[in-house]
């Protein structure tokens, strides 16, 4: 008998129906003598619908409030599966991220999870109930409720899992497995057995939202024994996240391929070529809180060089509106937007040990015409920028390149 967290994405949970499907694998795992603690996310869409009415009464919603609104997804979610099982004669009762105690920091929409009292979850496992608490929410120390960022859900279970030293945590959603790269983008994406916590991490924190970054870096805090699976199929073992690399000769050098289309580049072109001018352009965009990922200065001449960085799309206005407050401090000549790039990136830790993987990449990309804007690298990543809307051609054909397909 072991202790499972269970956690259902928002496609699973996007129909009465689904809902009755899940309380049946649910019932099924408990019938085994299993305990079971089940995360769920609002319906399919849900999340989206609340945030856009949100912004029909306050166009830049005020964050408190929004979470407010934001976190009634799952607050409905959790009561219709709890009836679900009710109904098929298990004993069930659900939990919202502040009847848990789910503690967390005050930045709302996105919210660290700090602390969670599991007493009343071990008291109702220990009676024999299966315990539902919505994802994607908690409370901070004065009451307010807080979501935990798009995706959240994901965190919320493995964050449970770690609290209750539970066996694994299964996260179930609409594909069956992490795939080499988004199925939805290449179908001869396969399916892999096994990721590293290492590869995992960066395919989430470089745009692969199977799995929202947090949940990944719980996981690999506490332990937390982690896969991925669909809850359309009866069986298959999805993919397990290890923190072993398997010892496997024929494994490719790349792992998976991650993007993202959330980024938009600005440049700030013809500024002063001299100290200090890095931060004179990057310190009050950090101030204005705006996350800024790929950097690239130019080799100046003549004393004066171009500077280019991404940020979140959404923040794309709000940058350039901090930067043209400064434009005539830091003596730039212009500052641009575009918004319509993404960002591409390989990922694999058998990089480490082999040379030629830029090479291949860059060339697979000029073979297509496909320009490269930016590059940035890790130890286990290279990440382009280039165009929107060579998004799809560049990664299918890298994943070709890097014999990702299907054997
Ligand atoms: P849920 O609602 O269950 O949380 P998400 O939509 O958040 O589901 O995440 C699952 C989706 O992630 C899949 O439908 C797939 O399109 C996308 N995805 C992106 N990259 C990958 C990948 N490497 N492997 C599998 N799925 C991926
Ligand atoms: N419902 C939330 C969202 O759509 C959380 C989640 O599904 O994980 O982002
Ligand atoms: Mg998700």
Redesign the pocket.
Known sequence: MALIVQ???????GTPERIKNVARRVAKFKAQGHDIVVVV?AM?GETNRLIALAKEIQANPDPRELDVIISTGEQVTIGLLAMALKDIGLDAVSYTGSQVRILTDSAFTKARIQEIDDANMRADLAAGRVVIVAGFQGVDGDGNITTLG??G??TTGVALAAALKADECQ?????D?????????VPE?R??KTITFEEMLE?ASL??????IRSVEFAGKYNVKLR?LS?FQEEGEG?LITFEEESNMEKPVIS????NRDEARINVMGVPDKPGIAYQILGPVADANVDVDMIIQNVGQDGSTDFSFTVPKNDMARAIKVLEDVQAHVGARSITGDDKICKVSIVGVGMRSHVGVAATMFRTLAEEGINIQMISTSEIKISVVVEEKYLELAVRVLHKAFGLEMA
């Not at 956690?7 to 949970?13: A, I």
């Not at 497995?177 to 983008?185: A, M, Q, S, W």
């Not at 745009?207 to 929202?212: A, D, F, H, P, R």
């Open positions: 956690k259902y994405g928002g496609t699973s949970m996310s399919s798009r995706g859900s994901d996260i179930y959603t609409d594909v497995g992490v795939y080499t790269t988004d199925p939805r983008v994406a399916k892999l395919m745009g692969s939202k199977v799995l929202q991925v809850s993919t998976g391929i991650a993007f």
